[in-house]
């Protein structure tokens, strides 16, 4: 490790302008908790206050760093053997649209895969490019999305030479990870760079047991949540770059307008903090977050009714690594739905999963959990399992029907004026939402494609199952915005 790793420039500087007792006449209205209400001062503490500031004098801006964040952006890079980095503090959202932004004008074609984060469909509307999708493959018996193989991405290269760069998602939400060395490979052999949303793989570059990162297997870029799977504050997450095939100049100005004027110095400080912590500690920290998972992940295993994912229950190129501290726990046969069991952990047992959809929950583990989370976890388990194993059991399975014809680009759809028609009405008309099913958690429906009768089937047929539906503005789905004729 080098020894200036061991510094955290910005947050360090956020800490001396609070200690400094500085007359506040500048932003934010608090003045360092000066004027907050005991509520606030009860819930939030003072502290928190003194340490909110702004870019005043000495304090560098996000949006043009030349002083601590440039120092920290620099650690940052470092840490992760990144060309450049850059803090961002509105989500890995904001990366993967700048990422977009960087490459795609309008018209420009950009691979994606179906099921890929809202985020980057609002990317596509801000550049008006023209996703070209790529199905990705699907474990039936969780009923989740996976990668892309090879085969797809060669196909889908093939067919559209033109397009300015892949954006995939590696890893997926519940820790599939795809062999992203070789559809980095096939993506410069058209010379064109490999985009990857990391969002849920910060981790993988302190610890060998883990998938290797994006910049690891030769990705040119790739935005991650520290505040996902690392001990940064929600909302703050990073952007690495490496290699020559991304404009810089241009990723910076997309990063000035899709980034706050105002940005958080206690997110900014956090994400200083994290790589610190992570470069110092991570190997010891994941080695503990991976035991405590694999021993999570054990105890389920014997318990009768759950099927844990593992690899080998995997199988799939398209999924042929996962990251160990996703647990991701099949419940259809105790009879219950991933939602249902939801609930009745956070509300009989004091405990809250990430993510529950019809067939499974799925439990990230991670650096603040310890041996007593895991106790608690499969102690409630076993208490719900005993309740409800060998009741009749929902199925989970789908037929997702065939791609819907793109007739307007996302931006275009998004532009045009609409109107709310009644689902049995909407067939022949264009879409202005995306209607996504969970599982799989892939969007069946996106602005700008025509709406089959086989869609709105399917939607019909999803509701009636208990499916998650999710996207369109009226949640009840009885009706869709549409393109207006
Ligand atoms: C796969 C994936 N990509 C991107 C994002 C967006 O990240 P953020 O919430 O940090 O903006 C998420 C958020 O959950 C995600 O799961």
Not at 78 to 88: I, R, T
Request: net charge neutral; charged share 20%.
């Amino acid at each position: 490790m080098q020894p200036e790793q061991r510094h955290a420039p910005l947050a360090e500087a956020v800490r001396r302008y609070a200690e400094d007792k500085i007359i506040r006449f500048h932003m934010p209205g608090h003045k360092g908790g000066g004027q907050i209400s005991p509520l606030a001062e009860e819930i939030l503490g003072k502290k928190l206050y003194e340490l909110d500031i702004t870019g005043v004098e000495g304090m560098d801006d996000l949006l043009q760093p030349t002083g601590i964040i440039k120092a920290a952006e620099k650690l940052l890079a470092q840490a992760f053997g990144a060309k450049e980095s850059f803090f961002l503090i509105n989500g890995t959202s904001s990366g993967l649209q700048a990422l977009i932004l960087t490459v795609c004008g309008a018209g420009d074609k950009i691979l994606v895969p179906r099921n890929m984060h809202k985020s980057m469909i609002a990317g596509v509307v801000l550049s008006g490019a023209k996703p070209i999708f790529l199905a990705p493959e699907i474990n039936e018996e969780f009923g989740i999305a996976l990668g892309i193989t090879t085969e797809q991405l060669n196909s889908a290269w093939e067919a559209h030479p033109e397009a300015k760069a892949a954006l995939l998602i590696n890893p997926t939400y519940y820790g599939t990870s795809c062999d992203l060395g070789s559809l980095a490979e096939i993506t410069h052999r058209y010379e064109r760079p490999l985009l990857v949303d990391e969002a849920h793989g910060p981790h993988f570059y302190f610890h060998p047991a883990l998938p290797p990162g994006a910049l690891t297997v030769g990705a040119d870029a790739c935005a991650q949540g520290a505040h996902k799977t690392l001990t940064s504050l929600t909302q703050s997450s990073w952007l690495h770059i490496q290699g020559a095939r991304l404009d810089l100049e241009r990723l910076r100005t997309a990063l000035t307008m899709l980034l706050s004027t105002s940005a958080s110095y206690l997110l900014l400080a956090s994400l200083d903090l994290a790589r610190q912590q992570m470069v110092q500690n991570g190997r010891v920290l994941l080695d503990r977050t991976i035991e405590l998972a694999n021993k999570l992940r054990r105890e389920l295993k014997k318990i009768a009714g759950l099927i844990v994912l593992d690899p080998k229950q995997l199988g799939q190129e398209a999924a042929c690594r996962l990251d160990p501290t996703k647990v991701t726990v099949n419940v259809r046969r105790l009879g219950l739905t991933g939602q249902q069991v939801e609930l009745a952990l956070r509300y009989k047992h004091g405990i809250q999963v990430e993510l529950a959809d019809l067939n499974n929950v799925l439990f990230m583990v991670g650096p603040g959990n310890n041996a007593d989370d895991i106790s608690a976890l499969v102690d409630a388990f076993r208490t719900i399992a005993k309740a409800y194993n060998g009741k009749k059991s929902k199925t989970g399975n789908f037929t997702i029907p065939p791609l819907p014809r793109q007739v307007m680009t996302p931006r275009e759809a998004f532009f045009a004026p609409t109107i709310s028609v009644n689902l049995s009405e909407a067939v022949g008309r264009i879409s202005t939402e995306t209607v996504t099913c969970y599982p799989p958690g892939i969007p069946i429906l996106c602005p700008g494609e025509e709406i089959s009768a086989a869609v709105t089937q399917y939607i019909a047929l999803m509701i009636e199952e208990g499916y998650r539906v999710q996207g369109p503005r009226d949640n009840r789905l009885i009706k869709l915005r549409v393109v207006k004729e």
